[in-house]
T-cell receptor, first 111, second 114 residues
């Protein structure tokens, strides 16, 4: 089983739609979770951290379910500019600062 | 605000050639990392450093070497380039705040070995 698994997509959605991605992780003792965004042929950039109680940043909502070992990202009112690959990232316990990256979920927002 | 700077942006190597990928950060971060990203794959950690003079292997270190003589610089060396090293290489840095652990990435180096 991969340490971090994501559906590669692509998710093709119309502008204004709500879309959700899930990501599962194998290490139950993982301590920190993040969503990074990567535009085509660009470097990854932090989108948001994921907190145990769930957190929101504008149109983006992240949730963590430790019992089922998954995190989710919900995007409301999708914009064309949201088109990108979303990387699920996990910091395992005892991993120092070594993050484990998922392969990413591709989102395409269309007119 | 330079952040993390990588050079070169693109490079084509012949099999057996060597080269150094440069990485510099101006955020006074202690932690620095080198990743490679192959098409359709997640980022794989090659080497990392927790401070000047300290380096350690990541998940895929074979065929690479690093050094960290200063806090700012973390070059990655390919000694005998092989086609399997064709990839996009990203350098990143982060502060020592483990709880936040935000990694800042350079724009990447696209390397082809032919």
């Amino acid at each position: 089983r991969k340490e971090v698994e994501q559906d590669p997509g692509p998710f093709n959605v119309p502008e204004g739609a709500t879309v959700a991605f899930n990501c599962t992780y194998s290490n139950s003792a993982s301590q920190s979770f993040f969503w990074y965004r990567q535009d085509c042929r660009k470097e990854p950039k932090l989108l948001m951290s994921v907190y145990s109680s769930g957190n929101e940043d504008g149109r983006f909502t992240a949730q963590l379910n430790r019992a089922s070992q998954y995190i989710s990202l919900l995007i409301r009112d999708s914009k064309l500019s949201d088109s990108a690959t979303y990387l699920c990232v996990v910091l395992p316990t005892g991993g120092g600062n070594k993050l484990t990256f998922g392969t990413g979920t591709q989102l395409k927002v269309e007119l | 605000n330079a952040g993390v700077t990588q050079t070169p942006k693109f490079r084509i190597l012949k099999i057996g050639q060597s080269m150094t990928l440069q990485c510099a950060q101006d955020m006074n971060h202690n932690y620095m990392y080198w990743y490679r990203q192959d098409p359709g794959m997640g980022l794989k950690l090659i080497y990392y450093s927790v401070g000047a003079g300290i380096t350690d292997k990541g998940e895929v270190p074979n065929g690479y070497n690093v050094s960290r003589s200063t806090t700012e610089d973390f070059p990655l060396r390919l000694e005998l380039a092989a086609p399997s090293q064709t990839s996009v290489y990203f350098c990143a840095s982060s502060s020592t705040t483990v709880a936040k652990n935000i990694q800042y990435f350079g724009a990447g180096t696209r390397l082809s070995v032919l």
